[in-house]
């Protein structure tokens, strides 16, 4: 097992020497469907919360609730089940999938709040619960929480049910602070980057597990980029710049596409094994 941020272990750096061995490893395994946490990954991570959350205000706007959720539905079922008939990590399936994840866990939030009229103090408490649960599920049945074990179907089950959750609870949280709280869309994205520097933190100096700082940190990144987000996008009576969420969503979806196709040329996240295999192939 890897911990987020990390390499290899030394058994999956050994079975990399050969192809077949490093797709089926010792225990049956096959290749890891995530990418290494690094730098990239995190800058990527943040653009998509954002591009997330104004794709799902304009399309909100423009199509109404239910076209758009149907649009959200097709959307992540599409992108969801090309990632799960991957055979490996591949980035273009992989980024395209947590856009959409993005973009439909933002519309499930919504839904609590503009259409059922759930508060979001209490939303932000049930996506907690249900994240919590999750969570919770997913150590019991496999002992481990890092993204970098997720080798067997049961496993990506759990880690996307996590990621889906996580930008809903994301969602409920940033329209918490900004609404309900009244900070505002600005000062609520400059308090999630201050809060986030904690998981980096504990992660870097030990105070928190790896993986417990992984997790703390990804949460935070949804309130974080959507927050910056819809200030760009908002009317200036809302508190925002007042670009709107249309020319926001095209302006944050420019430098994903660029990011993305730089990754999949580069493989610079691409799990360490499969590099090393591709190598010795070619």
């Not at 758009?68 to 490996?88: P, W």
């Not at 919504?110 to 150590?139: I, K, Q, R």
């Not at 999630?192 to 992984?214: E, H, K, M």
């Amino acid at each position: 097992m890897t911990q987020p941020g990390g390499g290899a272990t030394t058994e999956w750096a050994r079975a990399a020497s050969g192809p077949e061995h490093a797709r089926h490893g010792r225990s049956g395994a096959g290749w890891s469907k995530v990418p290494e946490v690094a730098a990239l990954f995190w800058i990527v991570k943040v653009l998509t919360t954002g591009m997330g959350e104004t794709a799902s205000d304009y399309l909100g706007r423009t199509l109404g609730p239910i076209p758009a959720g149907a649009v959200g539905l097709v959307g992540i079922a599409t992108l969801l089940t090309m990632q799960f008939r991957a055979d490996r990590y591949r980035p273009w399936i992989y980024w395209s999938a947590i856009v959409m994840v993005s973009v439909f866990g933002t519309m499930a939030a919504d839904v609590f709040h503009v259409v059922a009229g759930v508060p979001y103090t209490v939303s932000t408490v049930m996506f907690c619960a249900a994240l919590a649960g999750v969570l919770t599920a997913w150590y019991v049945s496999e002992k481990t929480l890092s993204i970098h074990s997720i080798r067997t179907r049961r496993r990506e089950t759990f880690y996307w049910t996590t990621v889906l959750t996580t930008f809903a609870l994301g969602t409920a949280i940033g329209d918490l602070t900004a609404g309900t709280l009244h900070l505002g869309y600005l000062s609520s994205g400059i308090l999630f980057a201050v809060a986030i520097a904690a998981p980096a933190l504990s992660g870097r100096f030990a105070w928190l597990s790896p993986v417990a700082a992984f997790w703390s940190a990804y949460i935070l990144t949804r309130p974080l980029g959507a927050s910056f987000a819809d200030w760009m996008g908002v009317p200036a009576g809302r508190g925002g710049v007042g670009w709107g969420t249309g020319p926001v969503t095209l302006a944050l979806l420019v430098p994903i596409i660029a990011l993305v196709s730089y990754l999949a040329v580069s493989r610079k996240d691409t799990p360490a094994e499969q590099r090393t295999a591709a190598g010795a192939v070619g």
